[in-house]
């Protein structure tokens, strides 16, 4: 399937000021290396937080121009927000590498996840189509088992979709942004 | 010289492939999971399941030059967990397997502006083709 056109994006949640407390103290109880890069990230959304979202004018987002929801509704068209020169100098030593963040990926990738699935299948209802009166979709039932390696594990990655984002040197568009417009 | 197939011939190859996309009386879906593709593709599903996008249906339009264009994706716009987006299966409804690929971040088969997933977050596929090679 090489040379073929398929391309996505995804989109991680908002750190506020009470959601950046959390994460401390779960890194604070994480595994070493695990505390090690959660704190650097800590750190890295701290300072990039002290000033305010770039001015800079945005281009449409190809992940989201042909999305839609369950519902059949198009998907909000969001815009990738370029950083400002200065403000790319000013957190350039808090943000990782890409490198860097490949391995910071494959030490979060190691956490448990605290999920399992439960072999059923949920059929989600979609709109009808003539072909497909009782259209569906199937989607495999998953369960929480350990809630605290659960929470863990997304404030890792949700830390670590931060440094993706601002790795490429971008305003991070979150999920709740995305759909509060 | 390597066999090589007809336009028409890869049309209908093309048609054939993504037409099993949408078999069963529901959509097809791609779900995205962690870690490297199965060794076969028939294989019991691997890694963590980090969510579910689901096709229109039909999945596909019509193949030119051998290659269809998928229509609207829907995206999951909760995830069911947290990790690094490795590779994808692609189902029909009745959840027989039709392919699998890699996923990465500006890379793999499936190319995400960052592969990373966020339990409860959107993940969205905006485009994907799908072709039969001449040879």
């Given amino acids: 399937m090489a040379n073929q056109s398929r391309a996505g994006g995804t989109f991680g949640h908002e750190i506020d000021e009470a959601k950046l407390a959390r994460y401390k103290e779960l890194a604070a109880g994480a595994p070493e290396e695990v505390r090690y890069y959660m704190n650097q990230l800590i750190e890295m959304v701290e300072v990039f937080k002290k000033t305010g979202p770039s001015k800079l004018p945005g281009t449409p987002n190809p992940a989201t121009q042909n999305a839609r929801t369950l519902d059949g509704r198009k998907i909000p068209q969001s815009l990738i927000v370029p950083l400002e020169e200065e403000e790319i100098r000013r957190i350039y030593d808090y943000v990782p590498y890409p490198k860097e963040l490949d391995v910071i990926s494959k030490v979060f990738d190691e956490l448990p996840t ?33 809630p605290k390696a659960k929470e863990l594990r997304d404030a890792a990655f949700n830390l670590r979709w931060w440094a993706g984002q601002l790795c490429l040197d971008r305003e991070p568009l979150t999920h709740q942004a995305l759909w509060s417009q | 010289m390597a066999l090589r197939l007809s336009t028409d011939t890869r049309n209908k190859a093309c048609d054939a492939q993504v037409d099993d996309i949408d078999a069963g009386s529901g959509a097809g879906t791609i779900q995205i999971r962690t870690g490297s593709q199965p060794t076969n593709v028939g294989d019991a599903a691997s890694g963590t399941l980090l969510g579910t996008l689901t096709f229109s249906d039909p999945a596909f339009g019509a193949s030119s030059t051998g290659t269809a264009t998928a229509s609207s994706i829907t995206s999951d716009s909760s995830a069911d967990a947290s990790g690094t987006a490795g590779h994808a ?5 009745d959840s027989n397997i039709v392919a699998d690929c890699t996923c990465g971040q500006g890379s793999g088969d499936i190319n995400f502006d960052d592969s990373t997933i966020v339990s409860e977050g959107t993940i969205a596929i905006s485009s994907m083709t799908w072709t039969q090679p001449i040879s």
Avoid: A, C, H
């Fill in chain 1, 114 to 146: 605290g999920i399992r699935q439960t072999g059923e299948i949920e059929k989600i209802p979609l709109p009808p189509t003539p072909e497909k009166p009782n259209n569906f979709f199937p989607k495999p039932k998953t369960e929480v088992v350990d």
């Fill in chain 2, 89 to 93: 299966r692609i189902l029909d409804s």
